[in-house]
């Protein structure tokens, strides 16, 4: 295999090939819409691929709210970072009476 090969190979899962050239031409802003087939890939498996070919070409997108057999996505300018999700605002901690 040629380096460019192999580093695509680590970066994401083969079948996210087809996702990345087009990721490539979208600019900022725009977005797209993936229908679910019955005996098609798996809801979680398009975003899967669709991450793991954003990755790979370097395009930050995020996924839009949809109905179970849509899934929707953003693009954002490229050295988009996007802050991690922690899972709420927790318990109050409690006072001290020092």
């Known amino acids: 295999l040629e380096p ?3 580093a695509r190979l680590r970066k994401g899962s083969v079948s996210a090939g087809e996702y990345v050239a087009v990721l490539q031409r979208m600019r900022p802003g725009q977005g797209g819409q993936i229908d679910i087939e019955e005996g098609g890939p798996a ?3 398009i ?7 954003s990755a790979i070409a370097d395009v930050p997108l995020r996924f839009v709210r949809s109905a179970a057999n849509l899934v929707v996505f953003e ?7 996007f802050p991690k999700r922690k899972g709420g605002p927790g ?3 409690k006072k001290n009476p020092a």
């Not at 975003?47 to 070919?53: D, F, P």
């Not at 693009?75 to 970072?81: C, E, H, R």
């Open 4 to 6: 460019e090969e192999l």
């Open 91 to 93: 318990r109050p901690k």
């Open 43 to 45: 809801r979680q498996a």
């Open 75 to 81: 693009v954002f300018p490229s050295g988009t970072v």
């Open 47 to 53: 975003k899967n691929r669709l991450m793991s070919a």
